[in-house]
């Protein structure tokens, strides 16, 4: 390891333990957030953490009156994993994904109670099988999706045809407003878009519903 990247490592390890100085560390989390994605662009996709607007929106799309199996992908530092926490209740089935270690490690120590997987979001069947869960009503993404690789990309929609209740969504939060609507329509037969202008930068939130049988990645 040269001296650049151990210090970088040093300097994220010092923003971690920042991060994780309370439940709601907002300020450390950006800092996190943005050397994350200074160091690993398109996989994190956005420089700072979704903001309540953001998070308030996606929830939106969920019925917490009725029992169901909720999949949070991409959980990042945790903004929305809070709220989901917040509105549990002993009818819901909760799993977090997330593959960046650094945030696996603020999320076990912020919501202990939360089941979570450190691992690829675009690989789950085996690990929920492991947990029991095959059929999933809500899989909330703050994946980079459109930036994923093509096989990853083919994986994740063979798991949501496969996995999501025939009533199941997928909702998807983006930074780029609207841009991708006809992409999430060539992969979903029904998509809502939501815009959510108190994000910064401003973005939106795809719900998507019915995985397509087959799909084109481009037109
Ligand atoms: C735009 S951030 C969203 C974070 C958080 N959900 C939020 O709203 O602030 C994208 C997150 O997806 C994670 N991620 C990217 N690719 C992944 C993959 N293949 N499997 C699991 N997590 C992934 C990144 O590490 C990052 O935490």
Redesign the pocket.
Known sequence: MNSDSSNANVAQSELVESALASRSAKVSDFSL?FS?FVA?GR????A???SPS??GTVLQSVDFSRPATIV??????????EQIVEHLRPHHRFVA????RD?CGILRRRFPEVTLLE????RLADPLAKLGIHKVDYVLS???TPS?PPR?MLRLMHWLRDSLTPNGLFVQ?T?IPVLYLSFYRRLFDQVDYRSVWLNVPPGGVYQCSQPRKSYRRRR
């Open positions: 957030f994350k690993k996989q994190i996709s956005s700072v953490p979704s953001m998070v949070e992908l991409g959980a990042g530092t945790g903004p929305i994993t994904v997330e593959n960046d945030f691992s690829d979001a675009t703050g994946l980079p994923l990853a939060i930074v």
